[in-house]
């Protein structure tokens, strides 16, 4: 039999469109990605929507307390105060926030910052990642999954909230989930005001061995792979609800 194909197991289709030759061609555009990148970037420019962004936290009270009480303590985030005063950690960031000014409570564009302070931010640029030709392949069933994220939210100017992001995109295998790419994303959202998402990089993921490559293909030669398309525009308030818990930043 061949090698690294289980017995009982057909191989993957060798032709053009199978498994293993999609994941090569994906792997080698990500060692010169800059057309991806480019096209991503386009997408994103036209999804995102500070109108749709701002109406979900309009409506949505509590994301705030939310924010403190369940992201602060696990992300990197700083805080910078209307007089230009940098806050960092995590109980100097909530006592903060329980003593804040009027500016920053009942609905005013700061207490909106509190509320998108956390990772339902990022579902436009997760949706501009899977449309057609991005980075994250739905119908191969690839996933994209934050392994950092730093928040900054900025009273003093604006109010504006900056988010710098990596991302790993993974595919199912037969031990789990293989890592093909690392992506840097960012995000910067001022409320009534602008909402913009960028793909700053994109490259092969670090850990990707030959050997990971080849149990992918075998794994997605033996599934129907994912959603087959992901229509452009703004993230569905769904999605964003979706992301709202302490282990959730998946595409």
Do not use: C
């Not at 936290?57 to 509590?62: A, I, K, L, N, T």
């Amino acid at each position: 039999r061949p090698d690294g194909v289980p017995v009982g197991r057909p191989p993957p289709p060798a032709g053009p469109d199978g498994p293993r030759q999609r994941l090569d061609a994906y792997v080698a555009a990500l060692s010169r990605p800059d057309d991806m990148v480019r096209r991503t970037n386009v997408r994103l420019h036209g999804a995102a929507s500070e109108r749709d962004l701002t109406a979900y936290y309009r409506s949505r009270p509590g994301l705030g307390a939310y924010t403190v009480a369940e992201e602060v303590g696990r992300m990197d985030y700083t805080i910078v105060t209307e007089d230009g005063t940098e806050i960092i950690g995590a109980e100097r960031i909530r006592h903060f926030f329980h003593a804040r000014p009027p500016s920053q409570r009942d609905g005013a564009p700061g207490e909106l910052l509190w509320r998108a302070g956390n990772q339902s931010v990022l579902a436009d640029v997760l949706v501009g990642l899977m449309d057609g030709g991005g980075p994250v392949v739905p119908e191969l069933g690839m996933s994209a999954v934050a392994t950092e994220a730093f928040f900054r939210l900025d009273f003093g100017a604006g109010p504006r909230l900056s988010v710098l992001a990596t991302l790993d995109v993974a595919v199912p295998s037969d031990s789990g989930r293989v890592a093909l790419a690392r992506l840097e994303v960012s995000v910067e959202y001022v409320p009534d005001g602008r909402l913009t998402a960028v793909l700053m990089g994109a490259a092969p993921h670090p850990e990707l061995s030959e050997a990971a490559l080849r149990s992918a293909a075998e794994a997605l030669g033996m599934s129907d792979g994912g959603e087959r398309s992901v229509a452009a525009g703004p993230a569905p308030p769904g999605l964003r609800d979706a992301l709202l818990r302490p282990d959730a930043l998946a595409a």
